[in-house]
C-alpha cells in the first residue's frame, strides 16, 4: 500500500498571501496524483489531477507540480474561500486508493 | 447537471447492517465506474470500495471487506453499499464518488453512526 504524507498538517497564511502545501508518496506515483478541497459540512471538490491540470472551473490561482515521489500545491493570492482542508490521492497503484492525512489551510 | 445524492445512513447498534444507496444523474452512469468513500468525525478520507461499470469487477478495503458489499443497478443509475456487521469505527461520513482515474464528482455524504 502507498502511503501518502502531507505536510504541514496546520498552515497560517494571510488573505493575499501565497500557500504551499506538501504531499509525499511511499513511493514513485509517477504524475497520478490529485488534490482535493474540503470545506466543513460539505463533500472533497477535485482541484487537480494529474499532478499539475486544474480540474474544469478551477481558478488559476491553484497550481500543482511534481512528480515520482515529491507534489506541490500552490494557492497564490488567497482568497477567503480558499481557507479549507486540502487532501492529496494516488491513484497509480490501487486498490487501495490513498489519501494524506490532510492540511488544514486557515487564516492567519 | 452531475448529481450523486446519498441516502440510506442513520444510527444503527454494533453487529447491526445498514443499506447505502446513491442515486446518480445528469450522465451516464453505465459508462463510469464508481467508489464509496468515507470520512470518520474529524478525521481524513479513506476509500472504502469500487466498483467497475459493469460491476464485474469490486474490490474493497482491508478494513471492511467481507463485511461490506458494493453493488450497482445501471437500469436505475443506482449505487449502492451493503453494511453488516456493523463496529463502531464504521461510524462516518459515507460518499460516492464518480472515478475517473481520480475522483471528479462526490455526492454530499451520509452518516452512519454505530452504538448502543
Known amino acids: 500500500e502507498i502511503v501518502m504524507t502531507q505536510s504541514p498538517a496546520i498552515l497560517s497564511v494571510s488573505p493575499g498571501e501565497s500557500a504551499t502545501l506538501s504531499c509525499r508518496a511511499s513511493?514513485?506515483?509517477?504524475?497520478?496524483l490529485a488534490w482535493y478541497q474540503q470545506k466543513p459540512g460539505q463533500a472533497p471538490r477535485l482541484l487537480i489531477y494529474?499532478?499539475?491540470t486544474r480540474a474544469t472551473g478551477i481558478p488559476a490561482r491553484f497550481s500543482g507540480s511534481g512528480s515520482g515521489t515529491e507534489f506541490t500545491l500552490t494557492i497564490t493570492s488567497l482568497q477567503s474561500e480558499d481557507f479549507a482542508v486540502y487532501y492529496c490521492?494516488?491513484?497509480?497503484?490501487?486498490?487501495?486508493?490513498?489519501f494524506g492525512q490532510g492540511t488544514k489551510l486557515e487564516i492567519k | 447537471e452531475v448529481q450523486l445524492v446519498e441516502s440510506g445512513g442513520g444510527l444503527v447498534q454494533p453487529g447491526g447492517s445498514l443499506r447505502l444507496s446513491c442515486a446518480a444523474s445528469?450522465?451516464?452512469?453505465?459508462?463510469?465506474?464508481m467508489n464509496w468513500v468515507r470520512q470518520a468525525p474529524g478525521k481524513g478520507l479513506e476509500w472504502v470500495s469500487y466498483?467497475?461499470?459493469?460491476?464485474?469487477?469490486?474490490y474493497h478495503a482491508d478494513s471492511v471487506k467481507g463485511r461490506f458489499t458494493i453493488s450497482r443497478d445501471n437500469g436505475k443509475n443506482s449505487l449502492y453499499l451493503q453494511m453488516n456487521s456493523l463496529r463502531a469505527e464504521d461510524t462516518a461520513v459515507y460518499y460516492c464518488a464518480r472515478r475517473w482515474n481520480w475522483f471528479d464528482r462526490w455526492g454530499q455524504g451520509t452518516l452512519v453512526t454505530v452504538s448502543s
Open positions: 466498483i467497475s461499470s459493469s460491476g464485474s469487477t469490486i
Open positions: 513511493q514513485s506515483v509517477s504524475s497520478d
Open positions: 445528469g450522465f451516464t452512469f453505465i459508462s463510469y465506474e
Open positions: 490521492q494516488q491513484y497509480n497503484d490501487w486498490p487501495p486508493y490513498t
Open positions: 494529474g499532478a499539475s
